[in-house]
């Protein structure tokens, strides 16, 4: 399985690790990957999503959840 986030599509930086001496050698920065189960067309289904990814979904959710409308209250 590779490592793409499901949501962003993020995926693996690669670059050089600087030691002391500046001496360059290649490396992978690869992203923080969550196991989330999160329902996709009303079917419940394990994805794999970037930790800033799923604090976007989650945020996003608490944002719906106060938008819903109040029960009137009596008069």
């Known amino acids: 399985m590779s490592r793409i986030c499901a949501v962003s599509g993020k995926k693996a930086l690669s670059g050089n690790a600087r030691s002391h001496s500046l001496r360059a050698t290649r490396r ?18 394990t994805v794999r999503v970037s930790a800033r990814a799923l604090k976007t979904l989650k ?10 409308p109040a029960e009137p209250k009596a008069a």
């Open 28 to 45: 992978k920065w690869n992203v923080n990957l969550q196991k989330v189960r999160i329902i996709v067309d009303g079917k419940p289904e």
């Open 59 to 68: 945020a996003g959710s608490r944002k719906a959840e106060k938008k819903t």
